[in-house]
């Protein structure tokens, strides 16, 4: 499906016939800085606002890189999520998902815009379910406060405790339900937050910071 007017229509139509459930994959931080248009823009703000106020269960993934740059441009967007989003590394492509029946998912994968492709075969909509559910559980929380600078940041807490209990990176992997190659990223965070590179004195800067 393509057509600005056409897909406005689709997915308005589409959030507003969720009444139990509402999954996404979004990037907010991708449509910055492109010429997007203005009908798009206003519907992509007002479906799903709405959806939240109506809809018993509103779960939105979003990447974590994207965090600070949306903040920056709507200071209340945080505020709004708390229960309702978490953030993970990375999302697979966008998606709506309506009350596990049809999905939209944009055929560049990256922009809802430049057309969208609807999915209603349930074992293929069952799978995206599964995909969506298995990045909420690896997510981290939005909170309406952002880490305040200088102290922990919450995703890292758990890192910071298998380091410190001498956890092997599968074990600790494990865990806490992440792929190895995530944990090790993780590690490597932690480790540039506290601005060194020996995991052996990971545990003695944060307690000098009083991470501990």
């Known amino acids: 499906m393509r057509g600005t007017r056409q897909i406005c229509a689709t997915l308005a139509a589409l959030t507003e016939s969720a009444r139990r459930e509402l999954l996404t994959f979004d990037d907010p931080a991708a449509c910055m800085g492109l010429s997007i248009p203005a009908p798009f823009l206003e519907l992509a703000g007002s479906c799903v606002r709405s ?49 596990r029946t049809v999905a939209a998912i944009p055929l560049d994968l990256e922009l809802l815009y430049n057309g969208i492709l609807l999915i209603r075969d349930p074992v293929v909509v069952q799978a995206l379910v599964r995909a969506h559910h298995a990045l909420w559980e ?74 501990l």
């Open 51 to 99: 959806a939240t106020e109506r809809v018993r269960t509103v779960r939105q993934i979003v990447p974590r890189h994207a965090l600070s740059r949306v903040t920056a441009a709507d200071a209340g967007w945080a505020a709004r999520l708390p229960g309702r989003a978490r953030l993970t590394d990375s999302i697979p492509f966008k998606m709506i998902l309506v009350d």
């Open 138 to 211: 690896m997510g981290e929380e939005v909170t309406a406060r952002p880490t305040p600078p200088g102290s922990l940041p919450t995703h890292l807490r758990p890192v910071l405790e298998a380091l410190l209990a001498g956890l092997t990176d599968e074990t600790a992997a494990a865990r806490l339900g992440i792929s190895g190659r995530t944990y090790s990223r993780r590690v490597g965070e932690l480790l540039s937050a506290l601005g060194t590179t020996s995991r052996f004195r990971a545990g003695a800067e944060a307690a000098r910071r009083g991470w």
